[in-house]
């Protein structure tokens, strides 16, 4: 079992940096590969990134967003970067056993935070 919190989100200006952390507990944290999705309103939860043992991009946020994780901490961060008006979402943080292939959709995900919401004004 994993329990997932968001943290970091907020309201930003257009080229702006947001960086979000994902307190994780529970200590097999290191055996889940983790990934970040968000969900504009009106619209389906899509895939931001991944990181299992290597990471993936989805192609909007490529160049722009960096996942990464601390072990030590059990925490996952997602740095953001040049952030634009579409990027406005609640963005979660999920996680998934490392012994499963890796996936995108966010229903092989079991575990996810609350969210954070992060809103990017023109």
């Known amino acids: 079992q994993v329990q997932l919190v968001e943290s970091g989100g907020g309201l930003v200006q257009a080229g702006d940096s947001l960086r979000l952390s994902c307190a994780a507990s529970?200590?097999?944290?290191?055996?889940?590969?983790v990934g970040w999705f968000r969900q504009a309103p009106g619209k389906e939860r899509e895939f931001v990134a991944r990181?299992?043992?290597?990471?993936t991009y989805a192609d909007s946020v490529k160049g722009r967003f960096t996942i990464s994780r601390d072990n030590a901490e059990n925490t996952v961060y997602l740095q953001m970067n040049s952030l634009k008006p579409e990027d406005t979402a609640v963005y979660y943080c999920a996680a998934r056993p490392l012994t499963l292939p890796a996936i995108t959709t966010p229903s092989g995900y079991a575990y996810w935070g609350q969210g954070t919401q992060v809103t990017v004004s023109s």
């Open positions: 529970g200590r097999t944290f290191s055996t889940y590969a």
């Open positions: 990181l299992r043992l290597i990471t």
